[in-house]
């Protein structure tokens, strides 16, 4: 037979078997939220195809696309940055048009000429950039008009689109889990979405909340039997109502929820339960969070295959999330029913290291590789009977298997391994291990099994065998051989050999009797074992090794996977680093070993946090909690009652805080506020950490602050039970005033019991809340504190009778709203002021055995400013060191003194002037405050005008005098009012961030749910330490209150 002939023959045979070829490609996207301060670099690019960008905004003046001011420098240089780890990524930036946008998408929508200025806009936006395309999140119709104006809208997108002279953008679309909206009384447009956009990404989440749901629920169920609630449903929903299966992409959720069990011992899914943990008000926790829940209450996951999600029960917290199994299973189910990938929500929520990720990138070339196996299963079976075929595979299969071990030796050869490491052969590691037997094995990691051997002189060792399913890789087994052979240290596991016989990749080390460090670290009974001494002998000589890798060794090694269980112990119980296989080696002069992700100072994190958990006397708490509270005892000189009180030594008790305060400074967030090796190793014996405590401010920081100010002439209509302290961590009494002679505050029978029914009252509703009261105030004026604060007698008077007030009627703290200090020289007093009232705390604090009273002022939006013919600035040193927070005033910008024209009185941005939230903020920084020293203020009032035409109404137009209220101010809850009764029109006005009203002649700029979100958003970007209102008697309905909670994510 001819060649020719046995081709066509075999071809035939082979064409029944072949699956036709699926043009569409494998999607595997993550979304990156702008507000997540979470660095670009670090985005693992190369484990997605798809990146999108979250998220651009709606104009609702002009209708266009915009970028908050806040995430243009990230957002405009995003592509570039994921492109240089994976230049085959592809960017979408994602427009919010659902949520609290949804208006502005369904005004944009209703109009030809709205329409066409968002489509130019998004186009050259996304061209701008240099996004490759565009996504429309989270868009839920609710009329038939909406419904109408949509199919227009995305027909009229595409084709625009098509139309450009450039390669075309992707467009896709974010949308609810099924087509059915409303109860099932409306549907998206499927058929519009079919034609004109490339895939639809499902929110396949989110669809149990403990805020609303009284039971534990699968907020991600793939399945679920007793609901249609579930993502298998939508799917099976978006098919039959004619959305083709490959342009669904499934949504993958790194997030989950907390719920508080009734029972703790009925702890499934469905168990009864009485409300949202953690967060009160029921909001996500991200996948990073629970496993530091989880590990350090040692808790284990349980996998639910009915509904395909996880969940963990710690005493009465249960916590619904998606692990590892629920996105492997998942993935794979998106596979199975041809649909077009997965698109995970969001990348920053994943692990340290990236477990999800690489879960659903793992499933996804597993499905490849069976698909490669079926494919060549087709190939090979209908030739199964040439013999010539098999013999020629056999031949070649023979062939391969004796090559493999001198291509092994001769590649590990090329990477200069150290001539002192012995290659064994299998049978020898067989005979060591009794056959790898189950009664050796004593371990497992990411590499493979460990077991323990015996040699023939009687050496013990330690093999670590490869498995099949390895993440480590033959790579990081290479890593490991030729790195570890070049190292000699007393403080470093020593490699005795390998082998790499019969395509097995096996790695010999000298045995530790004793185990790894979590071993002991983590278990409460084994921890007993380690007392002081020992702890302090395994931190230093860990310290040693690092020092030894980074400084002394001919090569800089940075390890980059140094925990607990790759620190070994000896007999002596003496540490030992090991595990090498993703270490990176650097010549001594190369730069690139300080720079970027990969860095000297990442290392100084293990030594450190393993020096934190040696000192701790609270591991009922989550790693997070734990940095908090050391904090706070450090912050207020308290360190010792962090100190494990079985661990204390009387004649150690400085050394034993010390070493605490170190480990503070090297588990600091970012890599480069880390000391280096040199610098801790001379801490861990000196005092030299006082150098570096300024730089533990944002992570460390004890808890982020909502606050409120508490008017106490409110009290006839607004009594402090009337406040929802749900929503607050801390609330102000306002105001008190000390006496203008004696400086001591005369309370008199009326004010103490308001301050009395003030403490009691908010304590019995919410026991956790803190009180302060405020001293001083806008109505007061700032001679009396010039005065006050001039002589050390007047201001010792003070401090003695506000630290007195404090005890007397049960507060927590006292805050100074000195409006305005009038020159330097009494900025020169503010500090000296400041830094000895906080002298006097700390000593009453010490007298009796109470904590310490917090500290707070109230202070000018900006660090420096011209008043009354006055150049001031505030002592920003003295602040960092003394106060806790300032609550800086973001507001009163414009109002009643300038009746010329309107104005936004708390504007976020202004390009016109620096009078805005923005060059307020950035001054402080710039002169050196600590960013968890700052509290954004934010007002519950607006300021009012009357317009001179009431055809030219928006910001900036043309006054005549104050509007509506008491001095053109009215509250958050009147201007509602206000609005409603007079049929105003309401703008919310995205340049300056703000909202203001018009009725005729009256105008009234204020803060709306919509500009709170968005300042707070921009706080959080900014790594503030919270917010503050002025006043809360001034919302309505807590609207205000509750947007600003659910939108400040950080806890």
Known sequence: MSSKRLFSFLFLLVLPFSSSSDTTSWIKSGFWYAGSVFPIPEIPSTMYTHLHVAFAYINTSNFEVYINNSDEPYISTFTKTVKQNNPSVITLLSILGGYYESFAFFAMISEFSRRKSFITSSIKTARLYGFQGLDLLGVYPNTAANMTNMRTFIEEWRTTINFESNNSLILTMGAYYSPMLID?????????????????HLRAYDYYLPSKNNVTRAHSALYDPSSTQNTDYGIKEWIKNGLPANKIVIGLAYHGYAWTLVNPNHNMVGSPARGPAIASDGSSMNYRIIKRYMKSYGAIPVYNSTYVVNYVAIGSLWIGYDDVEAIRTKVSYAKDKGLRGFAAFQIPSDDVDWELSKAASDEEEEEDHRGSKRRLLAILLPTITISTIIVISSILCILKKKTVRSEGIEELNERDIGRNLKVFSFDQIKETTNNFSIKNKIGEGGFGPVYKGRLSDGQEIAVKRLSECSKQGVEEFQNEVSLASKLQHVNVLQLQGFCIEKEEKILVYEYMSNRSLDFYLYDPVKSLTLDWETRVRIIEGVTQGLLYLQEYSTFTVIHRDLKASNILLDDEMKPRISDFGIARLFQKDEKEANTGKISMLNEAYTPGNMMFIASESCCCKSLVERRIHAYELCQKGNGVDFIDPSLQDDFQISKQVRYMQVALLCVQEKWEDRPSMLEYDECGVTNDYLVYQQQIYYNLMSGSVKGAYYPSWAFSTFPPSSIDTSLFTHIYYAFLVPNNT???????????????????????????????????????????????????????????????????????????????????????????????????????????KRPQLLITAAVYFSVDFFLWGEFRSYPVPSINKNLDWINLMFYDYHGSWDTSATGAQAALFDTKSNVSTSYGLSTWIKAGALRSKLIMGLPLYGRTWKLKDPNVDGIGAPAVGVGPGDEGTLTYREIEKFNEENNAKVVYDS?????????????????????????????????????????????????????????????
């Open 184 to 200: 099932q009384l409306m549907k998206y447009p499927v058929e519009t979405i079919v034609r004109n956009f490339d895939w639809v």
């Open 742 to 848: 004696t400086f001591k505050f005369d309370i008199d029978d009326e004010t103490s019991t308001l301050l009395i029914n003030f403490t009691s009252t908010l304590r019995s509703k919410r026991p956790s809340v803190k009180t302060l009261f405020s001293v001083g105030g806008g109505g007061e004026g700032p001679a009396r504190f010039s005065r006050m604060a001039s002589t050390s007698a007047s201001r010792l008077s003070f401090i003695k009778s506000s630290i007195e007030v404090a005890r007397k009627y049960k507060f927590d703290g006292f805050d100074l709203d000195w409006e305005f200090p009038q020159n330097n020289k009494d900025m020169e007093n503010f500090a000296i002021l400041v830094n000895e009232w906080r002298v006097e705390v700390k000593k009453e604090s010490l007298a009796t």
């Open 991 to 1051: 340049a300056t961030v703000s909202a203001y009203s018009v009725a005729g002649t009256s105008w009234i700029g204020f803060d709306d749910t919509n500009s709170v979100a968005r300042k707070l958003h921009y706080a959080q970007s900014q790594r503030l330490r919270g917010y503050c209102f002025w006043a809360v008697a001034g919302d309505k309905d807590w609207k205000i209150s509750r947007t600003a909670k659910q939108s400040w994510i950080i806890s």
